[in-house]
């Protein structure tokens, strides 16, 4: 893994409005997340908008998945994000 900062990027961006999450998180296919500019990024930015600044920097957040396609993808993503965020890692 390479070492020092990670850029920082800022992205423009337009809401989707079919983004409700349901009870298990936001169930679209997978070619959603990859075909729509920024759809995953919005998602996990709206998580992060949710959640106090104050109480998410140096907070930890878990991340899981089943393996599937796409998984290590969406979760160096949300590491990203998370970190761009103020959250911790572990």
Do not use: W
């Not at 109480?55 to 930890?60: L, V």
């Not at 994000?81 to 103020?86: C, E, H």
């Amino acid at each position: 893994m390479e070492e020092g900062p990670l850029p920082l990027l800022t992205l423009t961006t337009a809401p989707y409005y079919d983004q409700k999450p349901g009870t298990s998180g936001l169930r679209k296919k997978t070619y959603y997340f990859e075909e729509k500019p920024c759809y995953l990024e919005n998602f996990i930015q709206s998580i992060f908008f949710s959640i106090d600044l104050k109480d998410r920097q140096g907070a930890s957040l878990v991340v899981g998945g089943d393996g599937r396609y796409f998984n290590k993808s969406a979760i160096e993503t949300i590491v990203q994000m998370a970190a761009a965020n103020g959250v911790g890692i572990r």
